[in-house]
């Protein structure tokens, strides 16, 4: 009997609490609703259009109204840029597209299509790899940089490491305007824009553009997708070597732009996506550069496709594009690093 009056007390504290809950709340509204009086909701404050969508894009010259340098004076014959791949540029660009304030992580990346050193594949390794970038709150720099050219360069083999040294150079100088942090910089080169992106990434020491303010020309860390690295001939892209170096470049020349020779200690860490079936870039390049990364005691992941070829075209796009986010995140280049102010050092 005791037993019983236990359980019986226990089933009427649980109805009692059930209806205080759930049962006369709902009665006393409907009663409520009934004679007309206002039922109170939860309400959620509307969202600023001006935070939820990204601004417009905006298109500087690279170099401001200073002279471009190592250039000479030509006519401007650029073509292309109605057909996704830009050819004879000389007055390179960047191209700034900035994430939703409400999505923004204060993260930036500069990109560098590729193209072969003879033309930029803009639209695809340019303006849609942008957008990928600001959906998820990071900042992507397009450098629209100069075709290696002796018609319009002093020494076509240093034109696109001067202008993707000034687009670290742009990006930094304008972190506080645009609310990115000058330590999480990133750069992501696309096959002839990986070379350029390694090359930047491994000849930082130097400026090759004027450099007054002493600006960090290092990225924070790099993304090399397809890759040329080497200028070696048994496995560089022929194309890319003759366009950058000539048709007979010195063994100094294959030495200093072959990027697996170059790298230190302080290259930064990196993420390596190559196809094991690509016809056009050898996937020796990322094998050799991987190894030289891992040697040097540089933070190196790498991920190999059996199918894909060269630009990927065999893959559904997430599926490349998800690893890069995975990699970024693991790494925690979205949020502020301890030691960090505000993107600034303390």
Do not use: C
């Amino acid at each position: 009997m005791i037993r019983e009056l236990e359980i019986l007390k226990s089933s009427t504290a649980f109805l009692l609490l059930y209806m205080s809950s759930f049962v006369w709340p709902a009665i006393a509204a409907e009663a409520a609703a009934k004679e007309g009086a206002p039922v109170a909701r939860a309400t959620t404050a509307p969202i600023d259009p001006a935070a939820a969508f990204p601004p417009k894009m905006q298109v500087f010259a690279l170099y401001g109204d200073d002279p471009i340098p190592n250039s000479k004076p030509t006519s401007d014959e650029e073509s292309g840029a109605d057909r996704g791949y830009i050819k004879n540029v000389s007055r390179p660009q960047i191209h700034v597209h900035l994430p939703a304030k409400m999505r923004a992580t204060g993260a930036s990346i500069v990109i560098v299509p590729g193209g072969g050193y003879g033309g930029l594949t803009f639209e695809w390794e340019g303006t849609q790899q942008a957008q990928f970038f600001v959906d998820h709150g990071i900042a992507a720099f397009i450098v629209k940089y100069r075709i290696p050219s002796d018609k319009t360069m002093v020494d076509k083999s240093i034109g696109p490491l001067q202008d993707a040294q000034q687009a670290m150079r742009f990006v930094r100088q304008r972190a506080s305007e645009w609310h990115l942090d000058p330590t999480r910089v990133g750069v992501i080169g696309f096959s002839a824009g990986g070379h350029l992106a390694s090359t930047l990434a491994t000849k930082f020491s130097k400026a090759y553009v004027p450099n007054p303010d002493q600006i960090d020309l290092r990225p924070d860390f790099m993304i090399l997708v397809y890759p040329v690295i080497s200028m070696q001939s048994e496995i560089t892209h022929a194309g890319s070597r003759e366009a950058l170096l000539g048709a007979a470049p010195s063994d100094e020349q294959v030495r200093l732009f072959s990027s697996e020779l170059q790298v230190s200690e302080r290259t930064p860490p990196t993420l390596i996506l190559h196809a094991t079936d690509d016809p056009t870039v050898d996937v020796s390049n990322s094998l050799r550069y991987y190894e030289a990364l891992r040697h040097a005691g540089v933070p190196v992941e790498m991920r190999l496709f059996e199918k894909g070829q060269h630009g990927f075209f065999l893959m559904p796009r997430d599926r490349w594009q998800s690893t890069i986010m995975e990699w970024l995140t693991s790494n925690g280049w979205l949020h502020p690093h301890a030691g960090t102010t505000n993107g600034k050092n303390p």
